[in-house]
């Protein structure tokens, strides 16, 4: 049964003019909705026609409208609750990080006096892992064998000795990893070690780390954490 225009004209008018400011401000949209459509509805009852009343069915049908869109209302409330202190927790959780070092993805080593951090990610178990150290030039400086390794990240740690049997001098330098199984490559991923400096908030609102070296990291892309 479709409704009268006049009644939902003179419901409007009703309810615009005995709304007050402060209600407005203290009653959600969800309750606002709920009324409106109560006193559309018992408007609807008194008004319409004796001979033709409104089926149960379409009664019924009305009523699980409005729970259904009051529900939603409800539960997009409780997502953004949840989400709220989801991304609190996140915040708290990486401001932890701050002045640790972090393992991401990046293939620079930064060799200083006492050695140097960084690490790998294997897709798969190997049995011959190589990492070769390579200058600026793009010249094979060092290698080191890590023999059988398993599927995961990896740190290690790095001497600066050169292939000659030399230290390296202090200084920015490149790696790879070539990984095999049975003679057969497996996919290696390198990963570059730096130390969290900052606590940042992305522009999509999601908070990130600040990496030296590295800028501006999202939390999903570290390996690991030491």
Not at 37 to 48: G, H, R, V
Not at 151 to 159: K, M, P, Q, T
Not at 188 to 207: D, I, M, Y
């Amino acid at each position: 049964m479709a409704i009268d225009p006049n009644i939902i004209n003179a419901v409007n008018a009703s309810s615009s003019g005995t709304k007050t400011a402060a209600a407005k401000t203290e009653a959600s949209a969800a309750e606002e909705m709920n009324q409106r459509f109560m006193t559309l509805f018992i408007a609807q009852l008194k008004n319409q026609d004796p001979l033709n009343p409104m089926e149960n069915a379409e009664m019924t049908s009305q009523l699980a409208q409005m729970n259904m869109v009051s529900g939603l209302e409800s539960l997009n409330a409780t997502m953004k609750t949840l989400l709220g202190s989801y991304n609190e927790a996140l915040s708290l959780q990486a401001a932890n990080l701050i002045g640790k070092n972090v393992l991401v993805e990046g293939s620079q080593v930064v060799l200083t006096d006492e050695g140097s951090l960084f690490g790998l990610d294997l897709s798969a178990g190997a049995d011959d892992v190589n990492v070769i150290i390579t200058d600026a030039n793009g010249k094979e400086v060092a290698r080191q064998n890590l023999g059988q390794l398993k599927a995961g990240s990896l740190a290690f740690y790095w001497d600066g000795m050169g292939a000659d049997g030399e230290k390296l001098e202090p200084g920015v330098y490149r790696f790879s990893v070539a990984a095999t199984l049975n003679g057969e490559p497996i996919a290696a991923k390198t990963l570059q070690a730096g130390t969290v400096s900052a606590l940042v908030r992305g522009s999509n609102g999601n908070f990130q780390i600040e990496v030296a070296g590295l800028g501006n990291v999202n939390l999903d892309d570290v390996k690991q954490v030491f």
